[in-house]
T-cell receptor
Framework: IAGITQAPTSQILAAGRRMTLRCTQDMRHNAMYWYRQDLGLGLRLIHYSNTAGTTGKGEVPDGYSVSRANTDDFPLTLASAVPSQTSVYFC???????????FGQGTRLTVV | GEDVEQSLFLSVREGDSSVINCTYTDSSSTYLYWYKQEPGAGLQLLTYIFSNMDMKQDQRLTVLLNKKDKHLSLRIADTQTGDSAIYFCAESRGNTGKLIFGQGTTLQVKP
């Protein structure tokens, strides 16, 4: 079934630890995005990628890094997690920038 | 999304119409979207409108765009309990194509 998959579904992480959230899509979409969702703030863009090999910063990039080695995968890394990074993280993809975005089911991350 | 504003909560009775409003600031936005999020789930695209359109209708959904005032609305006719969810408007920034979301409006439908 074509779609976008995130892993893990949820995670509790000790502060200071490194964590990579995985995102894979099989729709051959060029653009991919990472958002965090916090109550009252909606979704805020962390990083995005227009196409394989390129990435860009969103609204709230600090403390996060991404890579786009190929079309399908767009991992998000927290180098040293802090409690303020407790959130629900959504990965999304779209055929091109400016076209419909498809979302994963989200990763609920708790940093303690 | 500090540049996209929505009211946080709307409550309606089943069978009534719901109108969810959104304002945005970037006049170069090319597409404007409405997404629906049910509890514990990701976002699902409901509908979208291109910036050169004033209105788009899709079954029970009507999107109105006032580009002069940078105001977008989503009207749901004959609202059902299954429509209870959080609704997000989003704009696609013209120069970058990034999707910027509002805070989301929680729609509560009472039987």
């Amino acid at each position: 079934i074509a779609g976008i998959t995130q892993a893990p579904t949820s995670q509790i992480l000790a502060a200071g630890r490194r964590m990579t959230l995985r995102c894979t899509q099989d729709m051959r979409h060029n653009a991919m995005y990472w958002y965090r969702q916090d109550l009252g703030l909606g979704l805020r863009l962390i990083h995005y990628s227009n196409t394989a090999g390129t990435t860009g910063k969103g609204e709230v990039p600090d403390g996060y890094s991404v890579s786009r080695a190929n079309t399908d995968d767009f991992p998000l890394t927290l180098a040293s997690a802090v409690p303020s990074q407790t959130s629900v993280y959504f990965c999304a993809s779209s055929e091109q920038m400016n076209t419909e975005a498809f979302f994963g089911q989200g990763t609920r991350l708790t940093v303690v | 999304g500090e540049d996209v504003e929505q009211s946080l909560f709307l409550s309606v009775r089943e069978g009534d119409s719901s109108v969810i409003n959104c304002t945005y600031t970037d006049s170069s936005s090319t597409y404007l979207y409405w997404y629906k999020q049910e509890p514990g789930a990701g976002l699902q695209l409901l509908t979208y409108i291109f910036s050169n359109m004033d209105m788009k209708q899709d079954q029970r959904l009507t999107v109105l765009l006032n580009k002069k005032d940078k105001h977008l609305s989503l009207r749901i006719a004959d609202t059902q309990t299954g429509d209870s969810a959080i609704y997000f408007c989003a704009e696609s920034r013209g120069n970058t194509g990034k999707l910027i979301f509002g805070q989301g409006t929680t729609l509560q439908v009472k039987p």
